[in-house]
């Protein structure tokens, strides 16, 4: 199976960008559709960028639709979420999930489905 350790969060003032990591190990990443979601105390995990296991559909929330990219690096086997024009509404812990998918067309916006998961990684935004 494979296991999955984000890096790349930390303090950002309003505007800003990170870049968050998703590094696997044991298993290709390109066995897996890949997700991120985040988290915010009180909230339920929500859906926020999803890619197919070849990496070429990829499906974003409204909410970040335009300003967050999700990318993966085969050669160094690592799932990434670019996030540009941060805002506090943004903060939560980030986490990255992988799936065996039914097909290389699959991707998924449920966390319930996802089986594999990271520890998660902290983002703050302040204003």
């Known amino acids: 199976q494979v296991q999955l350790q984000e890096s790349g969060g930390g303090l950002v003032q309003a505007g800003g960008s990170l870049r968050l990591s998703c590094a696997a190990s044991?298993?290709?990443?390109?066995?897996?559709?890949m997700g991120w979601f985040r988290q915010a105390p009180g909230n339920e995990r929500e859906f926020v960028a999803a890619?197919?296991?070849?990496?070429?559909?990829?499906r974003y929330a409204d909410s970040v639709k335009g300003r967050f990219s999700i990318l993966k690096d085969n050669t160094k086997n690592t799932l990434y979420l670019q996030m540009n024009s941060l805002q506090p509404e943004d903060t939560a812990v980030y986490y990255c999930?992988?799936?065996?998918?039914?097909?290389?067309?699959?991707?998924?916006?449920?966390?319930?489905?996802?089986?594999?998961w990271g520890q998660g990684t902290q983002v703050t935004v302040s204003s």
């Open positions: 890619m197919t296991s070849v990496g070429v559909t990829t």
């Open positions: 044991g298993r290709p990443l390109s066995r897996y559709a």
């Open positions: 999930a992988g799936q065996t998918p039914s097909s290389t067309f699959s991707l998924y916006v449920d966390p319930k489905i996802y089986r594999y």
